[in-house]
Every structure is written in structure tokens, then in C-alpha cells.
């Protein structure tokens, strides 16, 4: 009995020196602290936006008829992944990202969960979570790489580099509609979403982020909590920001243009709250002052062509063009008719038929071949 007793009173000065070691200083008795891991406040999203559906035409008239710790700079000239994305009206833009599946799987190891002590997680602790990711060394020269070659084809295109960067991820990572489907799921560092090529709206906007802090751009992360939705704010002159927060919205599961923000999403949510920022701690310096000039040609060529400027893929901008000639071509066409009154039974020389039954079937081949068109415009927006 005297020896349990002992070993009773060991074991409590044992625990007694367990609990006060794993107290943090200044915790009193009566408010024990335990660690926790928490993960994205963005879980299951419902995040790519609609794309508008181009009308098909009845035909008028006669329809029948630096080195940084993980990957040396040296090492960059290697082994390249090629990436191919669009941009307007520009078709498989290239772009060599560096191959390394031994620093994905180290990228994919490292910690993806915040850890704090307490019952409830500190304030702000989304900007210490998403800065986790942002903040890794590992692959800052793989990053700094791809700007360099954004800069060097946005100068051979005349527009900026954000623009490019932008257009990448929106449309050479692909949206990961697989891991959106999970209930819950762990993020990825900036070059696990290059290495695989996707990802889903958080993974895409941590990505977008390190590439424009790298070309020295100013930003955010806007997180929109109730619809469980992750975009880019992109810094620009105050009267084009929006949620009046002097950032304009970039959505980067889509192709959408910068400062648009889809009225609808496919799954059927609207963004209607104000987004919480989260300000990475590096960050560019650079406001994109080009916002005016980018939204004036958008609304010139969204005017012209539709909305397939704002919100539609590269195809579907390309097909636009070529529906608008159509369309000019046809209400030519359609004028002459009128004019020589080929609907009407009149009488008619046999030079005249003849002129009004070519008028005929040339608008009705050019109404099959808009169709055509039409239909090949809502086969090329992203599903």
C-alpha cells in the first residue's frame, strides 16, 4: 500500500509538471490551452461563372431555302513544363515554368494547417494562414522565372504583364472541379498548382498573388466567406476599385475580364457581401494605372462584338469577330433583297428571278453558316 501510494504521488507531480510546461506564460489554472490545426475558411466552393450563350438567326427572308533555399537559379535552364493559355484574341501563348516533381512533393509536405494554443483561434488568423503559403522560399526563383517571361510577351503584345498573369491562371490552370467537390481540403503552395496545372479558387489566387508580387504589383486577397469564394483584388486607381475598397475584382477560375464581377455564378450564388482583404505581408508596390484605358477598349469591343470580351474564352472572342462580319455581310444582303422586293409576288423578269433567287440562297447559306458558329461559340465556353 505505501509503495502505490508512492506511485500515486508520482504520477501526480508528473502531470502536475506535464500541465504547467504546456501552459503558455501569463495562463492561469482554470483556462487550459490546447493546441488546434484549422484549415481554409474556403471549403466547398461553388465558384466558376456563367458564361452568356450566343442566339442562334432565323434566316430572313426564305429560312427553307536570386538563388533561394530548395532550387538554385542555375538549375532553371533544365527540364521546362509548358504551359499554353490564351489572352483575348491571342491563342496558345507559351509559357516554360521549371520541372521539378521532388520540390512538388516537398511543396506538398510542408505545413498546411495553422496551429495556435487556446479555444478559439486568434484574430485575424486567415492572414497568418494564407501568408503560410505565400511566404514559402522554396519556389520564389521558379516564380520570379514565369515573370520574367510575362514581361518579355507583354512587351511583343503591347500590354501589360499583370494582364498575362493574370490570363494564365485563369486559363492555363485548370479549375480542379474534383477537389472543389470535397467537403474539406488543404491548399497548395504556389508551385504545386504550376506543377499539376490546377487547382481551385484559393489555390488559383494564392498563385496569381506570388506571380504579381513578383512583377511588383500591389494586392489583396478578397475572401468572401458566405459563399465560400476566394478572388484577387488587384490595386487601381480609386475610382475603378470595387466594394469601394480602391482593388478591382479579379476572378480567376474564368477567363473574365479584370473588374467584372459575374452577376451569377454556374451553381447559382451571387456575391452580394463585402469582401474580408487579406494583405500579403510581401507585396508589390505598382498600381495597374492602365485600368481606364483596359475598361474603355473592353466596353468598345463588348459593344461591338457582345459580352464575350467580358466574360467569354479566347474561342468564343475569335468566333464573336466572325459572327459580327457575318452579321454585316447579311444585312447587305437582306438590304438588296428588300430593295428588288424578291419576297413579294410580283412580276418578275426572268433576269430579276434570277438575281432574287441567288439573293435567296446566299442569305440562307449565310444564315446555316452563322448558325454553325453559333453553335461552335457555346461549345467553347469553359463547363
Known amino acids: 500500500m505505501k509503495n502505490l ?7 501526480a507531480i508528473g502531470y502536475g509538471a506535464y500541465y504547467f510546461l504546456t501552459q503558455p506564460l501569463g495562463s492561469s489554472p482554470q483556462t487550459q490551452d490546447t493546441e488546434v490545426e484549422t484549415t481554409s475558411p474556403i471549403y466547398k466552393e461553388n465558384n466558376k461563372a456563367k458564361t452568356a450563350k450566343a442566339p442562334e438567326k432565323i434566316a430572313e427572308p426564305n429560312a427553307k431555302a536570386t538563388t533561394t533555399k530548395g532550387v538554385d ?3 532553371l535552364s533544365g527540364k521546362r513544363l509548358t504551359h499554353y493559355y490564351d489572352y483575348q484574341t491571342n491563342s496558345n501563348l507559351k509559357l516554360q515554368a521549371y520541372d521539378s516533381r521532388n520540390l512538388a512533393q516537398r511543396m506538398s509536405k510542408k505545413q498546411k494547417k495553422y496551429q495556435y494554443r487556446g479555444t478559439r483561434p486568434p484574430k ?3 492572414v497568418e494562414f494564407y501568408n503560410l503559403f505565400l511566404n514559402a522560399s522554396e519556389d ?3 516564380i520570379a522565372d514565369m515573370a520574367t517571361q510575362f514581361k ?3 512587351q511583343q503584345l503591347d500590354v501589360t504583364p499583370v494582364e498575362l498573369a493574370i490570363a494564365y491562371v485563369q486559363d492555363g490552370i485548370k479549375y480542379d472541379d474534383v477537389k472543389a467537390s470535397y467537403n474539406e481540403f488543404l491548399l497548395q503552395y504556389p508551385y504545386e498548382t504550376v506543377y499539376m496545372q490546377k487547382g481551385v479558387c484559393a489555390d488559383k489566387t494564392i498563385l496569381l498573388s506570388k506571380l504579381l508580387t513578383a512583377l511588383d504589383y500591389k494586392h489583396v486577397l478578397m475572401e468572401f466567406p458566405k459563399v465560400s469564394h476566394m478572388a484577387l483584388g488587384l490595386k487601381v486607381p480609386s475610382k475603378y476599385g470595387d466594394f469601394n475598397t480602391g482593388y478591382a475584382f479579379v476572378e480567376t477560375t ?3 475580364a479584370i473588374g467584372e464581377i459575374p452577376e451569377t455564378y454556374i451553381q447559382g450564388f451571387k456575391i452580394k457581401e463585402q469582401p474580408k482583404l487579406i494583405f500579403p505581408r510581401k507585396n508589390g508596390k505598382r498600381t495597374f494605372i492602365q485600368m481606364g484605358d483596359y475598361k474603355k477598349k473592353n466596353e468598345r469591343l463588348s459593344n461591338q462584338y457582345g459580352d464575350a470580351f467580358k466574360y467569354g474564352t479566347t474561342k468564343q472572342k475569335q ?3 466572325e459572327m459580327k462580319a457575318l452579321e454585316k455581310k447579311l444585312e447587305k444582303m437582306e438590304a438588296e433583297h428588300e430593295r428588288r422586293r424578291c419576297a413579294e409576288a410580283t412580276v418578275k423578269t426572268d433576269e430579276e428571278f434570277k438575281i432574287c433567287k441567288k439573293l435567296t440562297n446566299d442569305i440562307n447559306k449565310i444564315v446555316d453558316e452563322y448558325n454553325k458558329l453559333s453553335r461552335a461559340f457555346n461549345k467553347a465556353a469553359r463547363q
Open 5 to 11: 501510494l508512492i506511485l500515486l504521488l508520482l504520477c
Open 73 to 75: 537559379a542555375s538549375t
Open 124 to 126: 485575424d488568423w486567415e
Open 140 to 142: 520564389e526563383q521558379v
Open 152 to 154: 518579355r510577351q507583354a
Open 254 to 256: 474564368s477567363p473574365i
Open 319 to 321: 468566333i464573336a469577330i
